[in-house]
């Protein structure tokens, strides 16, 4: 039975000279959540694995 692979979101924030993870989710909307209370400087990068293939 194949799986999906999960989507992950990290949440980053710039902090001179270097972008800091702040947060590593699989729950897009926390993720989202939390960049809008930080405010400035924030990313929210979304990583999916690709399936592997036999």
Same mark, same amino acid.
């Given at each position: ?5 999960? +989507? ?6 710039? @902090? ?5 993870? *702040?947060? !590593?989710?699989?729950? &897009? +909307? ?6 809008? @209370? ?5 990313? *929210?990068? !979304?990583?999916?694995? &690709?399936?592997?293939?036999?």
């Amino acid at each position: 039975m194949p799986e999906t692979p999960a +989507t992950t979101y990290v949440v980053r924030v710039f @902090e001179k000279p270097h972008w800091r993870t *702040v947060l !590593t989710t699989n729950d &897009k +909307t926390k993720a989202l959540a939390l960049a809008k @209370e930080i405010g400035d400087k924030v990313r *929210v990068d !979304t990583i999916t694995p &690709k399936p592997e293939e036999r």
